[in-house]
């Protein structure tokens, strides 16, 4: 079958295929997969009928439209990689939080869940250092400590 590229409110990909998921159980539509890529923001991969797929996307929230050009799986091959991501900061390393609530914050890493990609840091400017667990993409490494 065929795969299409369905865009969606960025940051909403998720609802959007919980809704796409709802609405397959309570029709029949020909689609056989969806594919949320998290490094492309506001886009889905839809395997499936072209005219199922359009008839689908009309009735769910944060579906924008669907681009109608058919997606080579050579060029999403990528984002279905099962090869985890190196980790390349370690218990102790100086890091600086990049995004998320605490973006620019000076941090110590404490412990590192790898299975999950997250670290448990405390901030190093914080009047209380509370532990804080926060993905590894959120952390850009700044040194260890000797």
Same mark, same amino acid.
């Not at 295929?17 to 998290?38: G, H, T, V, W």
């Given at each position: 079958?065929?795969?299409? =590229?369905?865009?969606? =409110?960025?940051? /909403? $990909?998720?609802?959007?295929? @919980?809704?796409?998921?709802?609405?397959?159980?309570? #029709?029949?539509?020909?689609?056989?997969?969806?594919?949320? !890529?998290?490094?492309?923001? +506001?886009?889905?991969?839809?395997?499936?009928?072209?005219?199922?797929? #359009? /008839?689908?996307?009309? &009735? *769910?929230?944060?579906? @924008?439209?669907?681009? @109608?050009? $058919?997606?080579?799986?050579?060029?999403?091959?990528?984002?279905?990689?099962?090869? !985890?991501?190196?980790? &390349?900061? #370690?218990? &102790?390393? /100086?890091?600086? *939080?990049?995004?998320? !609530?605490?973006? +620019?914050?000076?941090?110590?890493?404490?412990?590192?869940?790898?299975?999950?990609?997250?670290? =448990?840091?405390?901030?190093? #400017?914080?009047?209380? !250092?509370?532990?804080?667990?926060?993905?590894?993409?959120?952390?850009?490494?700044?040194?260890?400590?000797?």
């Amino acid at each position: 079958m065929p795969i299409y =590229t369905l865009r969606t =409110t960025r940051g /909403r $990909e998720k609802t959007a295929i @919980k809704s796409l998921r709802a609405a397959i159980k309570n #029709e029949d539509y020909a689609i056989q997969a969806i594919l949320y !890529p998290q490094d492309l923001k +506001g886009y889905l991969f839809v395997e499936g009928d072209q005219s199922d797929i #359009e /008839r689908l996307v009309r &009735n *769910v929230r944060h579906a @924008k439209g669907l681009i @109608k050009k $058919e997606v080579e799986i050579d060029d999403i091959e990528k984002f279905i990689s099962d090869e !985890p991501q190196e980790i &390349n900061i #370690e218990i &102790n390393d /100086r890091v600086e *939080v990049i995004a998320g !609530p605490y973006k +620019g914050e000076p941090a110590k890493v404490e412990r590192i869940d790898e299975a999950n990609q997250k670290a =448990t840091i405390k901030l190093l #400017e914080a009047a209380v !250092p509370i532990p804080v667990t926060i993905d590894i993409e959120q952390l850009r490494k700044r040194s260890s400590e000797e």
